[in-house]
């Protein structure tokens, strides 16, 4: 039972570090003056969607097995 909340205990750990790396993230970006400019971010979001589509395709790839 130990190993089980002390298990939930890390994960909202894992979750609040999360936060804390996106937000940091976040934050540089905002510093950088290229991403703030209108090409710098629909690259951004092309780069986001294409690494978010192929980590589905893996996930997907790998749950069907």
């Not at 570090?17 to 940091?24: E, I, K, P, Q, Y």
């Not at 971010?41 to 790998?62: Q, Y």
Request: hydrophobic share 60%.
């Amino acid at each position: 039972m130990k190993s089980k909340s002390s298990l939930v205990c890390w994960e909202m750990v894992l979750i609040l570090a999360s936060v804390l790396v996106f937000r940091g993230t976040w934050l540089l970006l905002d510093r950088v003056e290229w991403m703030s400019r209108p090409v710098g971010l629909w690259t951004s979001i092309a780069v986001g969607v294409i690494v978010a589509a192929v980590a589905l395709a893996a996930v997907n790839r790998s749950s069907s097995k």
